[in-house]
């Protein structure tokens, strides 16, 4: 994360005409804050364009505006920046867009506001009380055939290019065909983009051949599979000798559910059997990514003025990386852990999430906190035997990578923990022995109430 003087300082000493922030992971969107309250302080006249994965119109509008007295504005993505520059750069263009703006995030506000005061929240006593109960006499958790580590060095890409969805890598590109034409390979039946789509699918399996003939690229990977028990809303890890190794801690959801059907309020540490039960369950992890050399060769390609074949290496890079994610999980359920050796899904079925058990990964819905991925690289060593590292904000290094933790509980499902109340927070504090200032500032996304200043 590129600290805020270096931003300001660089904008003020280049002269610059507008500042632009981008974030990819929730940490982010804090400092993006920080960079606002900072450019009021200093008293800068410049606009402050917001962008990235994590960001949202609505949070520029509610957290981020209020702090700066200049024009400040979320872009959804970089092909929309040059539209919103020139205006903001245009004399007779900017008041009339800029009074827009303003009109349209003061309604956001207010909806924030009444949004807030009609959401109700169970105390997490209560959430606990109505958790997800499982008969674990019912079930019986399958034991890993190989617990420990296992690691995946040079894979081979020919093996992930069955699994790749495609389907994303023609967003990175804004190509979205209209129903029934829009998924992969339909959409280059679209009328509208099926043309283009073609066109850049083409130039991505050209790439991809010469990425795995020249050896552009290397994908590392490793899976790691533990015991493990629940005890509240936490899953404890265990060498296999019965030796704590380490805490995944978890959030439950709060907000209070409006169905008729009563309907549990559930915590990642549901779907892994209680100490108290005596039953013996496992936890797997995987960390991956086929993006070793994506910096060094995209450099080559910018120094020769070639942008379109660095996005291009990067969204061919990010659709390896998670075919890689699609395969390692697949081979973990079916020979690493062994729980569903008898399954036989294609593709699609996988993209489809057909299979059975869940992979939700820190800072996420489910869990939405990435300081849990700390426990994931102590656990299973994870930078030094695959050189995956994680930055100061705990985003993935390279940024081609995917990491997920692994439930085998036939009744585990993906689910959002939502907004969380002040009495969660607190309580989440404690059992991570971390200040209140500083999980808010990781979770302060899924924050159901304004942290005091």
Same mark, same amino acid.
């Not at 509008?61 to 092909?79: E, F, G, M, N, W």
């Given at each position: 994360?590129?600290?805020?003087?270096?931003?300001?300082?660089?904008?003020?000493?280049?002269?610059?005409?507008?500042?632009?922030?981008?974030?990819?992971?929730?940490?982010?969107?804090?400092?993006?804050?920080?960079?606002?309250?900072?450019?009021?302080?200093?008293?800068?006249?410049?606009?402050?364009?917001?962008?990235?994965?994590?960001?949202?119109?609505?949070?520029?509008?509610?957290?981020?505006?209020?702090?700066?007295?200049?024009?400040?504005?979320?872009?959804?993505?970089?092909?929309?920046?040059?539209?919103?520059?020139?205006?903001?750069?245009?004399?007779?263009?900017?008041?009339?867009?800029?009074?827009?703006?303003?009109?349209?995030?003061?309604?956001?506000?207010?909806?924030?506001?009444?949004?807030?005061?009609?959401?109700?929240?169970?105390?997490?006593?209560?959430?606990?009380?109505?958790?997800?109960?499982?008969?674990?006499?019912?079930?019986?958790?399958?034991?890993?055939?190989?617990?420990?580590?296992?690691?995946?060095?040079?894979?081979?890409?020919?093996?992930?290019?069955?699994?790749?969805?495609?389907?994303?890598?023609?967003?990175?590109?804004?190509?979205?065909?209209?129903?029934?034409?829009?998924?992969?390979?339909?959409?280059?039946?679209?009328?509208?983009?099926?043309?283009?789509?073609?066109?850049?699918?083409?130039?991505?399996?050209?790439?991809?051949?010469?990425?795995?003939?020249?050896?552009?690229?290397?994908?590392?990977?490793?899976?790691?599979?533990?015991?493990?028990?629940?005890?509240?809303?936490?899953?404890?890890?265990?060498?296999?000798?019965?030796?704590?190794?380490?805490?995944?801690?978890?959030?439950?959801?709060?907000?209070?559910?409006?169905?008729?059907? +009563? &309907?549990?309020?559930?915590?990642? @540490?549901?779907?892994?059997?209680? /100490?108290?039960? #005596?039953?013996?369950?496992?936890? $797997?992890?995987?960390?991956?990514?086929?993006?070793?050399?994506?910096?060094?060769?995209?450099?080559?390609?910018?120094?020769?003025?070639?942008?379109?074949?660095?996005?291009?290496?990067?969204?061919?890079?990010?659709?390896?990386?998670?075919?890689?994610?699609?395969?390692?999980?697949?081979?973990?359920?079916?020979?690493?852990?062994?729980?569903? +050796? &008898?399954?036989?899904?294609?593709? @699609?079925?996988?993209?489809?999430? /057909?299979?059975? #058990?869940?992979?939700?990964?820190? $800072?996420?819905?489910?869990?939405?906190?990435?300081?849990?991925?700390?426990?994931?690289?102590?656990?299973?060593?994870?930078?030094?035997?695959?050189?995956?590292?994680?930055?100061?904000?705990?985003?993935?290094?390279?940024?081609?990578?995917?990491?997920?933790?692994?439930?085998?509980?036939?009744?585990?499902?993906?689910?959002?923990?939502?907004?969380?109340?002040?009495?969660?927070?607190?309580?989440?504090?404690?059992?991570?022995?971390?200040?209140?200032?500083?999980?808010?500032?990781?979770?302060?996304?899924?924050?159901?109430?304004?942290?005091?200043?």
């Amino acid at each position: 994360m590129t600290p805020c003087e270096k931003i300001l300082s660089t904008a003020i000493n280049e002269g610059a005409d507008i500042v632009g922030l981008s974030g990819l992971i929730t940490p982010s969107l804090e400092e993006m804050i920080h960079v606002a309250k900072e450019m009021e302080r200093l008293k800068m006249k410049l606009p402050l364009l917001i962008g990235g994965a994590t960001t949202s119109k609505a949070h520029t509008a509610v957290k981020i505006a209020p702090q700066y007295s200049q024009p400040t504005i979320h872009v959804l993505d970089a092909s929309k920046s040059v539209v919103v520059a020139s205006a903001l750069l245009d004399e007779t263009a900017k008041y009339d867009f800029v009074e827009e703006i303003s009109e349209e995030y003061d309604f956001i506000r207010e909806e924030y506001r009444d949004s807030q005061q009609e959401s109700k929240y169970l105390s997490l006593e209560e959430a606990r009380a109505r958790a997800l109960h499982i008969d674990w006499t019912c079930h019986i958790p399958v034991k890993p055939k190989k617990l420990g580590v296992t690691v995946f060095k040079d894979f081979d890409l020919n093996i992930l290019i069955p699994y790749i969805d495609w389907k994303p890598f023609f967003d990175v590109w804004q190509l979205r065909g209209k129903y029934p034409n829009r998924g992969f390979p339909k959409i280059f039946d679209d009328k509208d983009v099926g043309a283009e789509a073609k066109q850049v699918h083409s130039t991505a399996m050209s790439m991809l051949t010469t990425i795995i003939e020249e050896k552009w690229l290397k994908a590392h990977g490793i899976v790691g599979l533990f015991r493990a028990s629940s005890v509240g809303d936490d899953i404890k890890v265990y060498s296999e000798t019965g030796e704590e190794q380490g805490t995944f801690f978890g959030l439950r959801q709060q907000v209070v559910k409006t169905s008729q059907v +009563s &309907k549990p309020y559930m915590c990642l @540490s549901d779907f892994v059997a209680p /100490k108290i039960s #005596g039953v013996e369950d496992y936890i $797997g992890m995987f960390a991956v990514s086929a993006g070793f050399g994506v910096n060094e060769k995209c450099k080559i390609f910018e120094a020769e003025l070639d942008d379109y074949s660095a996005i291009m290496l990067k969204a061919v890079a990010d659709r390896l990386s998670e075919a890689f994610a699609e395969y390692i999980h697949e081979h973990m359920r079916k020979e690493l852990w062994g729980y569903a +050796s &008898k399954e036989e899904l294609d593709a @699609s079925a996988l993209h489809r999430i /057909k299979y059975d #058990g869940i992979r939700p990964a820190p $800072g996420y819905p489910s869990q939405p906190d990435h300081t849990e991925k700390l426990t994931m690289w102590r656990l299973m060593n994870v930078q030094n035997l695959t050189g995956i590292k994680l930055t100061e904000s705990l985003a993935m290094q390279p940024a081609a990578s995917v990491s997920a933790l692994c439930i085998a509980q036939p009744q585990s499902e993906y689910f959002a923990v939502g907004r969380l109340a002040q009495d969660q927070v607190r309580d989440y504090s404690v059992r991570k022995s971390m200040s209140i200032e500083e999980v808010q500032k990781w979770l302060s996304a899924s924050l159901g109430y304004e942290p005091e200043s």
